[in-house]
């Protein structure tokens, strides 16, 4: 399993693009690796179409997709033209898919599904979602069973919040979108304040009459 801080592995894969080395490929951009059960299965079109749609608002932002599924390339590419068509994309297929055939990279990255097995009884990819930094370590995960498809509206606003988070001493509260109001870091003293958040700070009475809950408009 890779923690959230580590250096994301440097693996090789074949993809729907040629070999890639994760590294090399990222270079200086931010990455989201994804992962699905299987190609012709219906959730994971929706999530490839959705994913697809997305990629210029995931680009405005520096950053790069890579999917993965366990089926080889040929499988990919067949299920490419179904993905688009449901998602009335046209021209090349944005983003690269990654074949795992013999699942090695699922099980390095902690992919798998112990509940879910294809027809030959081998255990299928979850839905896992990596984010890296440019540094290429790990900056969030998730995993999601098979059954569950994700929102990758919601993978835009956290790249907003991992993205300002990384620059600035604030943190982004529950269900912040970008603009909205962030909270000052517990780290930050209150004698620092006025010069690190110019915007001002306000800061929420709690009955505890502890000053801790600290807001500040977006920096
Ligand atoms: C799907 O993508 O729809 C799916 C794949 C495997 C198990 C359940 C659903």
Known sequence: MVNLGDVFPNFKANTTVGEIQFHDWLGDS??????????????????????????????????????LSCNDLNSHQGWIKDIQAYSELNGSFPYPIISDENRDLAVQLGMIDPMEKDKDGLPLTCRAVFIIGPDKKLKLSMLYPATTGRNFDELLRVVDSLQLTAEKRVATPADWKAGGECMVLPSVKQEDISELFPKGVRTHPLPSKKNYLRFTPQP
């Open 30 to 67: 931010w990455g989201i690796l994804f992962s699905h059960p299987a190609d012709y299965t219906p959730v994971c079109t929706t999530e490839l179409g959705r994913a697809a749609q997305l990629v210029p608002d995931f680009s405005k932002r520096g950053v790069k997709m890579l999917a």
